[in-house]
């Protein structure tokens, strides 16, 4: 199980100079960029962690916000624990310096030598995302690192080995590679700890169950007309009642379904919308200085929500049937054709006035876009589409980010950097993550047929 939690707080506008110094100072401790100087020797023993960053969005509309994003596996107990006995001092004063620090009940925490856990402070100011993607399901973090070992492993193997890998048989490949894993990895031989398949199956657990409440009252009310309806103690007064209401419920909903839709189209048609977003040179050079660097990249955007119940109700339901549909369509990593995000995921901030999108994928911005734009842009529009400046959009799902370089524009202009970014296995693509997992699945296998193992070579 994978866990996306983002912890938000305003920054205390008396201290924001010395707040964005501390997490700049910590970033250039975590990731000096110094030759021969290694980076992340602390982030890196968190065993759970698979990314982590720091961003400010600043926006003349409201106070600094402080974002610290945290996808990681399991639940949080263990992993903050090793996160505040790794990192914890620069977190206390990193976050001394926003608005809730100062609140009476936090105090004695930040107060100076103080030795309280800051644990507390930070499961109370912890937002869950309202819709996520995740592009390796169920594989965790120490199985990333174990598999890419044996990959590689396996490679260093067929480029020594005295045979040529074209005169033998995939089977025989299979029986030969495998023949040489177990003696020094004899866990080869039992089950693999974390299921993917499992994984697979509690992710879409979990977004059938956001839905239990509205089907149980559904279900509920089902079951009650049909026992008023066809219990022979129950009289026609009673029942004609129970119809009356029924009815009443059914044209009330169909009359609110017709108004919501015909209010939609008007704002959809007459919003206004920003069709040549702005672009400031000296943040696009700085966008372009971080970017790049690995085969992995960071995005994080925060944007306005449209106003008006139509859209507040409209945005809602968006991030609502991506978070249910998701897990099941994307459950292998894929999003329409692409398998390039790591994890992305968009989060309400506040009384659902802002909406904030943090991503890590693979390749460079203009690639990541340009295939939203062209494979899923229908998603995009449905999570984006009710956002201030966001292409004229039709019916949620039309339109909007179909016009690639307003949208493009558009993003861009929400983005802000991040002053802090980690990744857990920096060189691994999305794609090789699967590769690695695929191989030793079959490596665990005694036996592959004729067909399986000319896939699973294919892999090598």
């Known amino acids: 199980m994978f866990t996306i939690v983002d912890v938000a707080l305003e920054a205390n506008p008396n201290s924001f100079g010395v707040l964005r110094d501390r997490v700049q100072a910590f970033a250039a401790k975590e990731d000096p960029k110094i030759p021969g100087k290694p980076s992340f020797v602390r982030l890196n023993q968190i065993e759970q962690l698979h990314f982590m960053s720091l961003e400010i969005f600043e926006d003349r509309h409201f106070d600094p916000l402080l974002i610290f994003e945290n996808n990681f596996d399991g639940d949080g107990e263990n992993y903050w624990q090793e996160v505040l006995r790794l990192i914890g001092e620069d977190l206390r004063a990193i976050f001394s310096c926003t608005k809730p620090a100062m609140e009476e009940r936090w105090k004695s925490i930040f107060?100076?030598?103080?030795?309280?856990?800051?644990?507390?402070f930070i499961e109370a100011h912890s937002i869950s995302p309202s819709a996520s993607h995740f592009g390796a399901m169920g594989i965790t973090r120490q199985?990333?690192?174990?598999?890419?070992?044996?990959?590689?492993?396996?490679?260093?193997?067929?480029?020594?080995?005295?045979?040529?890998?074209?005169?033998?048989?995939?089977?025989?490949?299979?029986?030969?590679?495998?023949?040489?894993?177990?003696?020094?990895?004899?866990?080869?031989?039992?089950?693999?700890?974390?299921?993917?398949q499992r994984a697979k199956r509690l992710a879409r657990w979990q977004a059938v169950r956001q839905t239990l409440p509205s089907l149980t009252a559904i279900l509920l009310a089902v079951i009650t007309?049909?026992?008023?309806?066809?219990?022979?103690?129950?009289?026609?007064?009673?029942?004609?009642?129970?119809?009356?209401?029924?009815?009443?419920?059914a044209v009330g909903a169909g009359a609110f379904v017709v108004m919501f839709l015909k209010t939609l189209r008007h704002v959809e048609a007459t919003d206004m919308t920003q069709d040549d977003p702005t672009l400031d040179p000296a943040q696009l050079a700085a966008f372009a200085a971080q970017e790049d660097e690995i085969v992995q990249n960071h995005v994080a955007s925060m944007v306005?929500?449209?106003?008006?119940?139509?859209?507040?109700?409209?945005?809602?339901?968006?991030?609502r049937a991506l978070k249910l549909f998701v897990p099941f369509v994307a459950a292998d990593g894929y999003l329409g054709s692409m398998r390039t995000i790591h994890f992305a995921h968009w989060t309400l901030?506040?009384?659902?006035?802002?909406?904030?999108?943090?991503?890590?994928?693979?390749?460079?911005?203009?690639?990541?876009?340009?295939?939203?734009?062209d494979k899923a842009h229908g998603g995009?529009?449905?999570?984006?589409?009710?956002?201030v400046g966001f292409p004229r959009t039709k019916w949620l799902t039309q339109e909007g980010a179909?016009?690639?370089?307003?949208?493009?524009?558009?993003?861009r202009q929400s983005q802000t950097q991040s002053l802090l970014w980690y990744s857990g296995y920096a060189d691994l693509t999305v794609n090789q993550i699967w590769r690695n997992a695929a191989i030793v699945d079959g490596l665990r296998k005694r036996q592959l047929t004729e067909a399986e193992a000319r896939v699973w070579a294919e892999l090598l």
């Open 402 to 411: 179909t016009h690639g370089t307003q949208f493009k524009a558009w993003a």
């Open 380 to 387: 995009l529009t449905l999570a984006w589409g009710n956002c």
């Open 225 to 249: 007309v049909a026992v008023v309806g066809l219990s022979p103690i129950v009289t026609a007064e009673v029942r004609h009642a129970v119809l009356g209401g029924v009815v009443a419920i």
């Open 143 to 196: 199985r990333v690192n174990r598999d890419r070992e044996v990959f590689e492993a396996i490679q260093t193997k067929l480029g020594t080995g005295p045979q040529p890998r074209n005169s033998v048989t995939p089977v025989g490949l299979h029986s030969q590679i495998r023949a040489w894993a177990l003696p020094t990895r004899a866990w080869l031989n039992d089950p693999e700890k974390w299921n993917v």
């Open 111 to 120: 107060a100076e030598g103080s030795a309280l856990s800051i644990q507390p």
């Open 304 to 319: 306005l929500v449209k106003p008006g119940a139509v859209r507040s109700l409209a945005i809602r339901g968006s991030l």
């Open 349 to 373: 901030i506040g009384n659902s006035g802002r909406l904030m999108f943090l991503s890590n994928f693979d390749g460079s911005w203009q690639s990541y876009l340009d295939d939203f734009v």
